[in-house]
């Protein structure tokens, strides 16, 4: 399929003007990549300008056609054939360092990317400075707005003074750009980013920065407000009602709205550098586009405050409208005093609440072990946590084997000969001290 002029830009754009900026020479030729090469070198040899190692780069094709053409071109990258959601978890070993995903796919963010973005933070915290750049296409993708309007109702729960002007700011630069339901991508936006955040809670929860009854406290509240909004069956919807159906539930449930807001849920990752393009894709539908750039916090910081420095980046993170023709238009709208005309229809028929079904974000096994293991080895040596945990075991197991050991923590740490050497050295030591 013929790339767009839009597409076009948004990679040259992606990978001269943003990956420059936001990772080092050092991160760039000695980490790990996972991008979506499809049928063409041109990705590659934007790669290889900015200074990626083949080696390091991970190429995801759902077809089948698409992943045997690769395997013939001699690009030098790892292939790997299957689904964003099914691959991705198998790509992200706990023992390597990413830096850059990549993750242009077709269809909506909520379809293709939103499932696997717990996996993909988790890599985040691992490796503070991380870029992630999503898609998501405008268009047959009813459920994500959905989702927004969901989003837009915890968040106003939250900090109506943040998400507000954002939403407001978002729809009057999609309306500057051109489209007819301005308020509709906002949403698309805001989803975006209550995505990120979500997951986020379940990785803190999950490094144990949390309680672990938190989160389910979180699900708990945020469902209430939604059914609390469901029974009520407006339609059409309008923001103002919206906004009344939030207050009344805040008003009846004051002691839960301040602990959802400050208490109980943690976020350690930051989205510390942020920039939106939008653009019409090969198939003519418009593709929104996230580059996000993530550090990891030394301490963790609660939902409100979390919204607050996200929703202030929002606000002033570059935003670019790409035309058919390739021409870049930046658009900057910044609303700082909250329209009074709240009439704006969020969504007119009882869709909403008949048919609706949010996709919850859950704590897995598989992302607590590549947790734990990001917390006991950085950069293929064991982290002082690490040997700590490998000396307190062998106090408490003193007939254990070093392998039997090892078979108490993450599986990653047994296949590495390298950690395995190390930890038996540790071992050693801490019962030669327990003597």
Not at 94 to 116: A, I, R, W
Not at 320 to 345: C, F, L, M, Q, W
């Amino acid at each position: 399929m013929r790339d767009s002029a839009g597409k076009r830009f948004a990679r040259n754009y992606f990978y001269r003007r943003i990956i420059p900026s936001w990772l080092s020479t050092e991160q760039i030729r000695t980490n790990h990549v996972i991008g979506l090469l499809g049928k063409s070198p041109s990705e590659l040899y934007l790669m290889d300008e900015a200074g990626f190692t083949r080696g390091h780069v991970n190429s995801l094709e759902s077809d089948q056609s698409i992943t045997e053409w690769q395997k013939t071109q001699g690009w030098g990258v790892k292939i790997h054939h299957g689904f964003l959601y099914d691959e991705l978890p198998k790509i992200i070993k706990p023992e390597k360092t990413f830096c850059l995903f990549n993750l242009d796919v077709m269809g909506s963010y909520l379809s293709q990317t939103h499932s696997v973005m717990g996996e993909v933070l988790c890599s985040c915290l691992k490796n503070s400075g991380t870029v992630v750049a999503t898609y998501s296409s405008v268009g047959r993708d009813t459920e994500m707005i959905w989702e927004g309007i969901r989003a837009l109702a915890i968040f106003v729960l939250i900090s109506p003074e943040d998400i507000l002007p954002v939403f407001y700011s978002l729809s009057r630069r999609y309306e500057r750009a051109g489209y007819t339901e301005p308020f509709h991508l906002a949403l698309r936006d805001i989803f975006w980013l209550y995505s990120i955040m979500e997951n986020g809670f379940v990785i803190s929860a999950t490094a144990e920065q949390s309680s672990p009854y938190g989160f389910q406290h979180w699900n708990a509240a945020v469902t209430k407000l939604w059914d609390f909004i469901s029974i009520k069956c407006q339609a059409p919807l309008r923001l103002e009602d919206l906004l009344g159906f939030v207050e009344e539930f805040r008003s009846a449930n004051l002691k839960l709205v301040q602990n959802l807001a400050n208490h109980w849920v943690q976020q350690l990752l930051d989205i510390s550098s942020l920039q939106r393009l939008v653009y019409k894709n090969e198939t003519s539908l418009s593709q929104l586009c996230h580059f996000a750039r993530f550090t990891v916090r030394q301490t963790p910081i609660s939902a409100k405050w979390w919204l607050e420095k996200s929703c202030a980046l929002m606000l002033s993170a570059p935003f670019s409208y790409i035309t058919e023709e390739g021409a870049e238009h930046k658009i900057d709208e910044t609303v700082t005093i909250i329209p009074k005309d709240r009439n704006i229809i969020l969504w007119d028929d009882a869709g909403l609440y008949l048919r609706f079904r949010h996709k919850e974000v859950t704590q897995n096994k598989e992302m607590q072990m590549a947790i734990k293991t990001t917390r006991y080895i950085h950069e293929n040596e064991l982290t002082q946590e690490g040997i700590g945990k490998i000396k307190l075991l062998a106090k408490q197991h003193r007939d254990y084997t070093v392998k039997e050991i090892l078979a108490l923590l993450p599986k990653s740490l047994s296949e590495n000969e390298k950690i395995r050497k190390s930890a038996a050295a540790h071992i050693a030591v801490a019962r030669r001290k327990n003597n």
